[in-house]
């Protein structure tokens, strides 16, 4: 009977400890941010700073992935005020407008340490958490001479062949497309039709063409050229390289902002401040492979110093990219064929 009684005691002290504990997790307040799945993946950038953001504000963060950067918009768009975002992380210069245009967001009034951006950013709705730039990415002990411009890629012959995104859906697709843009201006179409028979094919998004092209299935993907960092520091294979194009590479601004609807807008301001500190910081190079914005106190690990710098960013302003995107998307549509 003792022995009985005991163990229901245990059992009884567990059960209430569990209900305490329970009781002191709900009382946590809660953010929750949509990001693309790369960002939340377990190998990704985003439990690093879920860890660390939690010990800053006793809060508990709530990563929702979405499969790309535009979904993710979409997604708020459709969902309006209704939406459970606090955050939204995932954003870029290239889609920027379009969402300050949905008049979901709000201002968060804050002064950010951007040190590391090559560019001078004042906005007050759109806050900078890392940078790359675009290029294609091609494996040296297959490829030994890989096109060292636009024109060069679209005059390959024999098999050659790429693999790029749609840039309906996918920021890198909408990248490249910006980025022959910039370069070619009101010719732009002509040169989609020479690069036409050179495209393998046109993926959703980004995983997907990274992995035709990792099986072998494609020359050369576009991608970032941080990108051969990770094979060189997680895989330890330094034969994937990025292709340095004379015209320079189109820079991609990545983006996080407060949805006016946030339950908890103190909570959503004090996240967006968090990410200029190091325990955002810090977890960028090798958990989202882009270059951080703000000066950690740490160099770049080791490998980053082996990568292609491009010595002509490419940009083009926000409200340029939306005012052209619609028609600029139906120029690359018909060049397809």
């Known amino acids: 009977m003792y022995s009985i009684l005991k163990k229901l005691t245990v059992i009884a002290a567990i059960c209430g400890l569990g209900m305490a504990t329970s009781g002191i997790a709900a ?3 809660k953010l929750t941010v949509y990001t693309y799945d790369a960002f939340a993946a377990d190998w990704g ?17 709530n990563f929702v992935a979405v499969d790309s950067s535009v979904a993710m918009l979409r997604k708020i768009q459709l969902e309006g005020a209704d939406t459970k975002a ?23 009034k804050l002064v950010m340490n951007n040190k590391n951006l090559p560019l001078n ?19 040296s002990q297959k490829l030994n001479n890989p096109p060292t411009s636009f024109a060069e890629l679209a005059a390959r012959e024999g098999d050659f062949k790429i693999v790029i995104q749609d840039p309906r859906s996918s920021t890198p697709g909408l990248g490249l497309l910006l980025w022959i843009k910039k ?13 036409r028979p050179r495209i393998l094919t046109v993926t959703k998004g980004w995983s997907e063409a990274y992995g035709l092209f990792l099986k072998g299935e494609a020359d050369m993907v576009l991608s970032y050229t941080t990108s051969p960092a990770y094979h060189l520091i997680a895989e330890k294979k330094d034969h994937y390289k990025s292709a340095a194009f004379e015209e320079g590479h189109y820079m991609q601004v990545e983006l996080a902002g407060m949805l006016k609807s946030s339950k908890n807008p103190d909570l959503a301001r004090k996240f967006l401040a968090f990410i200029s500190s190091k325990g955002f910081q810090q977890a960028i190079p090798t958990g989202n492979w882009m270059y951080p914005v703000s000066d950690t106190g740490l160099p770049l690990p080791k490998g980053f110093e082996t990568l292609h710098v491009p010595r002509r ?7 340029d990219v939306e005012k052209g995107r619609k028609a600029w998307i139906a120029e690359w549509l018909d060049a397809q064929g």
Do not use: Q
């Not at 370069?183 to 690069?195: E, F, M, Q, S």
């Open 86 to 108: 606090d955050i939204v992380l995932g954003l870029d210069t290239n889609i920027m407008e379009s969402a300050r245009g949905s008049d979901l967001f709000a201002f968060h």
């Open 121 to 139: 950013w004042t906005d007050w709705t759109f806050v900078p958490y890392d940078y790359g730039y675009f290029a294609f990415v091609y494996d």
């Open 45 to 61: 950038a985003g439990p690093k700073i879920k860890a660390a953001f939690e010990i800053d504000c006793g809060c508990i963060l």
């Open 183 to 195: 370069v070619y201006g009101d010719k732009a179409t002509d040169y989609w039709r020479k690069l």
């Open 313 to 319: 960013p490419l940009l083009m302003r926000g409200k």
């Open 27 to 29: 009382d946590k307040p």
